[in-house]
């Protein structure tokens, strides 16, 4: 099979040849006022279609100017900092009724609540034999992939699997938020065997715990974690649950589910897209940098070394010399991301528990310096702020959670936003969704084979 992973004389040719016969000259793209990536050009997305599911606020409209202000985002017509706050007053893990909202449009009672969390606990059974017949066999080095090949294979146990009517759908959405953590976390315990040499560990979910709590007890071998610990996880879960329709992969969702698709496919496609380093990849990124930031600067406290390392990093002299400061900046946001806000009061709470205060303080700093040396490097006056990327990967850390896992732990999140718009495209739409692309190419003749050139 290794030759197979060997790029030949014969593929670099082939692909040189595909470059130039399918390079498109730029200046057609503002000939044509293409929306690349289906952006005006302010940046703002093309709008595509209507949601009650969530909503992002980033600025007003003041004579007919576009003032950023600092980032809201709504849950239903509800403001997540209302929900993290309400739930954590009361003491009680919060991803499981922000589930039950963004999926039906209501907040749970305690009764409603407490169903729906039996519901969950119920489904998190995977089919006899699936974890040594699927899970263990070809396991893979990347953790979406090995998601998605298991949500995948799913498809074969569910006898409804093309059922498209909104109780099926409804009822294989709530099967596959309550399996990815198990399919999740095992499948990263397979190829730590298989490819690390760890021990093998398989923890079956504990039926009274929450999303947050399975997932720390199933990873650690020892199936212990701090109350805090799960806390700050699940708060990271109602964080990455939604963001809006126009998300990469949660507008794959929608053109997939246009298609008349089946739930497995929907979602294995929306992994896929997650996967991508441009969507779901940057945590891992900033954490990285962060690993060389700590290795290069004496000094964590000195302001002046540590803006010297995020120059170099814009001068694509340090980190991945590609000069981005990962963890900053949103396509949407400007003035600040509400879920990096509120996911900072409690990275701060965790580093004193695990004892990392001094890199919660360097986090902070870099938050502070980053904006303005982006501004400084690049003269620009646009407002740049952390986004959520920017603390999460920082909690995995002080979690032990492996990098492996930080893009599934979004996934983990985000199925529940994707299972609310599959449902939602679903019940209001009955189109398949189609772009236009212009065609572009040259009309050529059709050459008998023997007048062709040789190559």
Not at 1 to 26: G, H, K, W, Y
Not at 283 to 296: A, G, H, Y
Not at 439 to 446: D, G, S
Request: net charge negative; aromatic share 10%.
């Amino acid at each position: 099979m290794e030759r197979f992973n060997i790029i030949t004389d014969e593929i670099q040719r082939l692909a040189q040849m595909c470059v130039e016969n399918n390079s498109i000259p730029q200046e057609l793209y503002a000939k044509y006022e293409v929306k690349r990536g289906l952006r005006n050009r302010d940046g703002q997305g093309v709008l595509t279609g209507l949601t009650e599911i969530s909503m992002i606020n980033a600025f007003r409209i003041e004579d007919l100017d576009r003032i950023p202000i600092e980032g809201k985002l709504y849950y239903h017509g509800i403001d997540i900092e209302d929900i993290v706050h309400g739930f954590m007053k009361e003491d009680r893990f919060g991803f499981e009724e922000v589930i039950y909202l963004l999926c039906f449009g209501k907040l749970p009672n305690d009764e409603e609540l407490k169903k729906f969390g039996k519901m969950l606990s119920d489904y998190r059974l995977l089919p006899i034999y699936f974890v040594r017949d699927v899970v263990m066999k070809a396991p893979s080095r990347d953790m979406m992939n090995a998601l998605a090949r298991c949500v995948l294979t799913l498809y074969s146990y569910d006898d409804k699997a093309d059922d498209t009517t909104i109780p099926n759908v409804l009822r294989q959405s709530i099967r596959l938020i309550a399996l990815l953590p198990l399919l999740a976390v095992y499948s990263y315990h397979a190829h730590a065997h298989y490819h690390l040499g760890k021990s093998l560990v398989v923890h079956p979910p504990v039926a009274e715990y929450s999303t947050a709590q399975n997932f720390l007890h199933m990873l650690r071998p020892d199936g212990q974690f701090t109350d805090l610990e799960a806390k700050v996880l699940d708060i990271v879960l109602v964080l990455h649950a939604e963001h809006g329709g126009g998300n990469n992969s949660t507008f794959t969702n929608h053109v997939v589910t246009s298609s008349g698709t089946d739930t497995y496919s929907a979602v294995a496609a929306s992994l896929g897209s997650l996967k991508g380093p441009k969507h779901g990849g940057a945590n891992v990124k900033v954490s990285q940098m962060f690993d060389e930031l700590k290795s290069t600067v004496k000094n964590w406290e000195d302001e002046a070394e540590v803006k010297a390392y995020l120059e170099s990093v814009l001068d694509k002299k340090a980190f991945d010399k590609k000069g981005l400061i990962y963890g900053m900046g949103h396509a949407v946001y400007s003035l600040s991301d509400p879920r990096c806000v509120l996911l900072k009061e409690f990275v701060e709470k965790l580093s004193i528990e695990k004892g990392r205060t001094a890199e919660f303080k360097l986090y902070s700093m870099v938050e502070t310096l980053a904006p303005k040396v982006i501004a400084e490097k690049h003269k620009m006056n646009k407002d740049i702020s952390a986004n959520i990327d920017f603390y999460s990967g920082f909690v995995y850390s002080m979690l032990d959670i492996p990098h492996e896992l930080y893009t599934p732990l979004f996934a983990i999140g985000r199925i529940a936003g994707w299972s609310a718009h599959r449902m939602e495209e679903l019940i209001n739409s009955s189109r398949i969704i189609r772009p236009a692309y212009k065609a572009v190419a040259k009309k050529q003749r059709y050459l008998a084979l023997d007048d062709r050139a040789e190559a």
